[in-house]
């Protein structure tokens, strides 16, 4: 089994930035691929970011210029820098790790951008 754990949420004025951290652990060998996904209140859960263990990343348009995935130092471990953030980024963020194709998810960390 794999455990998935975000952190780094909270509240944030618009323009202001945020960077959140995710970490995997348990059976982590095996792990291809990690990813940041949102899901506003009353909305479907959607792509924000993803990045490969060889550093591919890929993200939203919606976020394109102001996020940024990045990977640390040890392979189960993902962050994302958010900057210039406004009311729409308001949603609960999870993390997903991917391992010999299947998902793991974690509980979420709550990003909440108001004045």
């Known amino acids: 089994q794999v455990q998935v754990v975000e952190s780094g949420g909270g509240l944030v004025q618009p323009g202001g930035s945020l960077r959140l951290s995710c970490a995997a652990s348990g059976s982590i060998f095996g792990i291809n691929g990690m990813g940041w996904y949102r899901q506003a209140p009353g909305k479907e859960r959607e792509l924000v970011a993803t990045i490969t263990t060889g550093g591919s990343t890929d993200c939203a348009d919606s976020v394109k210029g102001r996020f940024t995935i990045s990977g640390g130092n040890a392979k189960n471990t993902v962050y994302l820098q958010m900057n210039s953030l406004n009311a729409e980024d308001t949603a609960v963020y999870y993390c997903?790790?991917?391992?010999?194709?299947?998902?793991?998810w974690g509980k979420g960390t709550l990003v909440t951008v108001s004045s």
């Open positions: 997903r790790a991917t391992k010999w194709g299947r998902d793991y």
